[in-house]
């Protein structure tokens, strides 16, 4: 007589029934928030200011450059010392940061007025030293959350959708605080909502460090061990360098006002809707695999997926059509929200505890700074090409990346979670 045979239901909602990773999911929606309602008013008040575009461009330079610079050490940091201090310290010195932006709007801005923006730009600066910190102190913090490994998948499907959510919600919210009620009222949103994400993150209990089998090593082995690590794992070397290349030469995000304006004629309103297209498509998507993960062949869909990403950039700098264009953007958000979730779950599943935020360090190095260094590059290749054929270079260049890597990295290409 056969053997009855028993499917062991797939849970979506599993992760949030912890209720220490609701508190972490909850402190990450309202930091992301904040973030991003401070990007928003940031931008528009020093532009007022200068009336140059430049001084734009030198807010992200301002925020990227020290994240940058103190990566491997902050890596290292989380390695070594509690994470949930570290985190909570970084959340600390950016309420300082919100509250201050907030000071400097007091008194109809006179202390701007005064001093001019470089107070603005110091407070930036000093952010991001602080998420720098908080990045792979928050990556390597949230596995010590699950009580298995079998919750990761989940739990990072869901710490991405709540991501991508704040991140469509946030700039829409600081708009609408500022036109509404004004810089001095928004900027203390940001610093009140900074203040929530502290409050969560408090309230999380401290966890010990996992346990290590590593030898004894100098702080400067310690630092260099997390790349010597992703250099010699094919599969997240592979993961990571698919992700960096699609957002540097497949990122169309910093020409849309160009596109907006001149070839789809679509204002600014438009622009608000393409900027918004993808990070929807991400969440629709991310709430999907919630309920379906993916498993089977995680690694040709992944090529495929950040494949699919750079068609819809092709299709973009070809559209003259807005809600084609609209459309494609979605689509591209969808496939990166997939290639996003698979090269988590595998960096998270394929790092040893102890060497989380070493990891999360050099991730953050290459895939982190890669929006920024990626808008030079579509600016600079604009500038040379012309702009429809710099974005359509820029996909052409994605797909090649991705028959390179799946030809190279079997490893990935094979992969299954």
């Not at 991001?128 to 990045?135: E, K, T």
């Not at 790349?227 to 698919?242: D, E, K, P």
Request: with cysteine; proline share 5%; charged share 10%.
């Amino acid at each position: 007589m056969q053997e009855p045979s028993f499917e062991i239901k797939h849970d979506p909602y599993a992760a949030l029934k912890i209720p220490e990773f609701r508190l972490y999911v909850a402190a990450r929606f309202c930091i992301t928030i904040a973030l991003q309602i401070q990007a928003v008013i940031v931008g528009w008040q020093i532009y007022q200011i200068t009336k140059d575009p430049l001084s734009l461009g030198l807010i992200g330079l301002a925020e990227a450059l020290p994240s940058i610079f103190v990566a491997l050490y902050a890596g290292y940091v989380a390695d070594s010392y509690n994470r949930k201090a570290i985190i909570v310290s970084a959340v600390s010195v950016l309420v300082v940061c919100s509250s201050a932006l907030w000071f400097f709007t007091i008194d109809t801005g006179a202390f701007v007025l005064h001093n001019g923006v470089l107070p603005i730009y110091a407070v930036i600066f000093l952010s991001g030293i602080a998420r720098g910190f908080m990045g792979p102190a928050t990556f390597s913090f949230m596995p010590q959350l699950m009580p298995d490994r079998k919750f990761y998948a989940n739990a990072i499907t869901w710490s991405s959708t709540t991501w991508q959510a704040a991140s469509v919600a946030g700039p829409a919210i600081g708009g609408l605080l500022f036109g509404f009620f004004g810089i001095s009222a928004a900027y203390a949103i940001d610093a009140l909502l900074t203040v929530f994400a502290f409050v969560f993150y408090f309230l999380i209990k401290a966890k010990p460090l996992p346990p290590t089998t590593e030898a004894k090593q100098s702080m400067k082995e310690s630092l260099l061990s997390g790349f010597r690590f992703v250099f010699s794992n094919q599969i997240i070397l592979g993961a990571i360098s698919l992700d960096l290349f699609a957002v540097l030469f497949g990122g169309a995000v910093a020409l849309l006002p160009v596109f907006a304006s001149e070839i789809l004629e679509a204002g600014p309103q438009g622009l608000g809707f393409l900027r918004a297209a993808p990070a929807v498509g991400s969440v629709l998507m991310a709430i999907y695999l919630a309920h379906r993960p993916v498993s089977v062949n995680a690694g040709k869909k992944m090529l495929l997926c950040v494949a699919g990403f750079g068609v819809c950039i092709i299709l973009f700098g070809l559209s003259r059509s807005f809600w084609f264009s609209l459309v494609l953007l979605a689509l591209s958000g969808v496939f990166d929200s997939i290639s996003v979730i698979i090269r988590s779950t595998l960096i998270h599943t394929f790092t040893p505890e102890h060497m989380k935020g070493r990891v999360s360090a050099v991730n953050n190095i290459f895939v982190g700074s890669s929006n920024e260094i990626g808008a030079f590059e579509s600016g600079f290749a604009a500038r040379i090409m012309g702009v429809v054929p710099s974005v359509v270079f820029g996909g052409a260049m994605t797909l090649l990346v991705v028959g390179i890597t799946a030809f190279k990295a079997k490893k990935l290409r094979d992969l299954q979670l």
